[in-house]
């Protein structure tokens, strides 16, 4: 079923919050714990409010979308995974740590996506080159490319100076982050 919470704090700085539920929406208004996971098989993940200071927040869902409503000071750093047919959107200016070459955050101001680059074939690993560029041991090695099994990007990002972690996977799903004040 639905999970809704709204206008909860923790007791201590140990207290978490933990909602899981198989096929149902879970809604989060102003949770103040450090400590948020979040897991639903068939539904819908909001959350809406600050994020608390050093907080870790889990969100997990399978078929749908997740949307986080900040504010506009919210300092995060996002890990996500999404399918490679989804979307990451935001309102925020993201700066990527880690990104899929292949694919790029989508934006409200975002220019076109750039053309993904010809799938090349796998090397033979006996192929593999280093080049010592010069004596400070400065090595280069030559990529390996290496086809994903499951379909899924995975995108690094921080916004302000990072105090919160959120990680975030919908597997069928789109990750928007919005800013609440817009």
Excluded: W
Aim: neutral net charge.
């Amino acid at each position: 079923g639905v999970i809704s919470a709204a206008n909860l704090r923790a007791n201590d700085q140990n207290d978490c919050f933990e909602a899981s539920t198989i096929s149902g929406d879970i809604q989060l208004d102003k949770v103040g714990h450090q400590l948020v996971t979040v897991k639903t098989a068939n539904g819908n993940v909001g959350i809406s409010g600050p994020l608390a200071p050093q907080g870790q927040y889990t969100f997990n869902t399978t078929s749908s979308d997740v949307t986080l409503s900040l504010p506009a000071n919210a300092s995060f750093r996002m890990n996500a995974r999404v399918a490679r047919d989804r979307e990451i959107t935001s309102d925020f200016p993201l700066t990527l740590t880690i990104e899929d070459p292949a694919h790029v955050i989508a934006k409200k101001t975002a220019p076109p996506a750039p053309p993904e680059p010809t799938p090349q074939p796998m090397p033979d690993p006996k192929d593999r080159v280093v080049v010592v560029v010069d004596p400070d041991i400065k090595v280069k090695v030559k990529p390996v490319i290496v086809k994903n099994i499951y379909s899924l990007r995975r995108i690094n990002a921080v916004h302000g100076s990072g105090d919160a972690l959120i990680t975030i996977a919908s597997f069928g799903g789109t990750i928007h982050l919005r800013d609440s004040g817009n």
